[in-house]
């Protein structure tokens, strides 16, 4: 029996407490290690996730204009996940808030995907509606306002898992590769197919669910969005394992690196799932979902911005462990810290100017600068790989080699472990294998997951970023300027209306 999020005693989620009571007793159907999952919240190798997620609630809290903002449906405070932006600056705010949240978790708080699905479709859904006069754009708007009404989380389900890469949706062997819509009735769809790496769908409240790629007419019943229940009939989740999961399940609280926060991926399976018909957003409108999918991505890629948040808590440690090992005075050491820096701080450059270069579509809503996301982005695909090669080098071998947090407080050997993993004397050995631990962690461990593969493949793999790129980089006007200078053309033959990526350059 699927069981409504939005029952009779359903109430506004304020603080982060709120939020880990909302995800209590809820009828799920989620395996983890061949074993059906009966309460997740109290789950220890799932809580992480849960906390990186309430912290985006108690930041809102402490801080407000940063992380919520005014409801324009209710005009109650809500979170900024839940804001669809109607300026460059709502965008700047919403990387200003990323960055800060992967500052105080150090791993992925999941509630991106979501973010830049709505405000994707708030665009989307108003030129389709125009085109088609269908009545997508008000339906959207009335599922934002009941989220808004309980300040609830949405996941974002784009990525199918797609079996022959070569090959279209309706050419699959198995229709079932992309999710479609399995039948229809008068009421609504019911969709089949599976949905791979999902970011935080479990944390969440609604799924919206979304094509992963252009779709041409034979692929007509790939062509639907709709939101979901996360509770939904039909649903079976499987949860993705991480490097070093299970340490949260030893019981200590060192080995695990960050003891508090996780991120969180699962393969999300529907069969037969309903969507009514007031929660459809596409339906069969096979030419607009790369539309859909390229705003998405832009939109997506300059949130990547999170991880110059979490590296900067890499950065740190990777400091921190420097002074404890006594050579933060070295050259190499505070060399090797700047270019940390320098690499961390040309992420968040590229995707706070794809904000700040951001236009208005349409609907009003604002969309950030296509190329300098897909430039912060591409960045995101090996700096952070860049930097956690840098903290593994201060960190030395020990990030690899330590013994256990069992061996540490053993009451036979622990006083030789303690003894021998001594760094500088100001020190005590806990918190130098604590500092280790982190950087283990992020770079080999748990948050890994989120600050290198999730850095090369979420919002799409390098090659996408090169294609969009490539799409946008205006070579025949970079090539007239060349010419006009070397003397082969005429300055006047190549003056023509800007277009593109230089019109929103050199707008004023
Ligand atoms: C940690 C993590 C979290 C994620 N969270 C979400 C989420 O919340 N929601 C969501 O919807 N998605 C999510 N994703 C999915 C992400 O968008 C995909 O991983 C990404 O688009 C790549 O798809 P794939 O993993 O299927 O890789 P593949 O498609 O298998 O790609 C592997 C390689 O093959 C290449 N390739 C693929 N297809 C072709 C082709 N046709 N021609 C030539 N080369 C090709 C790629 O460029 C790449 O180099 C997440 C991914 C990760 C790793
Ligand atoms: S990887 Fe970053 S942008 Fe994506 S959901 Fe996690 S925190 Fe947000």
């Known amino acids: 029996m699927t069981k409504n999020p939005m029952s009779a005693d359903t109430k506004k989620i304020v603080s982060g407490e709120d939020y880990i ?73 919403q990387n200003k808030m990323q960055r800060k949240l992967g500052q105080n978790t150090g791993t992925c708080f999941q509630r991106c995907v979501g973010m830049d699905a709505f405000n994707s479709l708030y665009s989307v859904t108003f030129e389709m509606d125009e085109a088609n ?126 003891n508090t926060y996780g991120g969180q991926e699962a393969m999300v399976i529907f069969d037969n799932v309903f969507i009514p018909n007031e929660w459809i957003f596409m339906d069969g409108d096979y030419e607009f979902a790369s539309m859909l999918v390229e705003r998405f991505t832009t939109y997506h890629r300059r949130s990547y911005v999170c991880k110059s948040g979490v590296g900067d808590v890499l950065i740190g440690a990777a400091a921190n462990i420097a002074e404890m090992n006594g050579v933060e005075k070295a050259s190499h050491i505070k060399d090797k810290l700047v270019q ?18 951001g236009h208005s579509t349409k609907s009003g809503c604002y969309l950030c600068d296509d190329m300098l996301a897909n430039v912060c982005k591409h960045h995101v695909t090996k700096m952070p790989y860049e930097i956690g090669r840098l903290a593994q080098d201060l960190g030395g071998g020990l990030v690899a080699t330590m013994p256990s947090e069992k061996d540490l407080n053993h009451p036979e050997i622990g006083v030789l472990v303690k003894k021998y993993l001594k760094g500088k004397a100001e020190f005590t050995t806990v918190e130098r294998v604590r500092m280790l631990r982190l950087i283990e962690n992020m770079t080999l461990g748990r948050n890994a997951v989120g600050y290198l593969t999730e850095s090369m493949h979420g919002a799409g793999s390098p090659q996408a970023q090169r294609i969009q790129i490539g799409r946008a980089m205006q070579l025949e006007y970079k090539k007239r300027l060349a010419k006009v200078l070397a003397g082969i053309q005429d300055a006047d033959d190549a003056v023509e209306e800007l277009s593109g990526y230089f019109k929103r350059v050199f707008a004023l």
Do not use: W
């Open 133 to 258: 006069n269908t009545t997508y754009h008000s339906r959207l708007k009335s599922f934002l306002k009941t989220m808004h009404e309980f300040n609830f989380v949405v996941g974002g389900a784009m990525t199918d898992v797609k079996g022959d890469r070569s090959l279209a949706p309706h050419q699959q062997e198995d229709p079932d590769m992309f999710v479609h819509i399995a039948k229809r009735t008068k009421e609504g769809v019911y969709i089949s197919g599976a949905k791979a790496h999902q970011t935080g769908c479990i944390n969440s409240h609604y799924m919206l669910v979304m094509p992963t790629m252009r779709l041409g007419e034979a692929d007509k019943d790939y062509a639907i969005v709709g939101a979901v229940p996360v509770e939904a009939k039909g649903i079976t989740y499987i949860y993705g394992r991480q490097s070093c999961d299970t340490r949260s399940m030893e019981g200590g609280s060192i080995d695990t690196g960050n």
């Open 21 to 93: 009571n909302s995800l209590r007793n809820r009828d799920l159907n989620i395996y983890l290690f061949g074993e059906q999952i009966k309460e997740v919240v109290d789950h220890p190798m799932i809580r992480p996730s849960i906390n990186a997620v309430a912290e985006t609630y108690d930041l809102a809290i402490r801080e407000p204009e940063l992380a919520s903002v005014i409801s324009p449906f209710t005009g109650k405070r809500i979170s900024r996940f839940l804001h669809v932006v109607m300026s460059a600056h709502d965008m700047v705010l």
């Open 340 to 357: 940390m820096t320098h690499l961390n701080e040309t992420i968040y450059a590229t995707g706070i100017a794809a904000s700040y270069q």
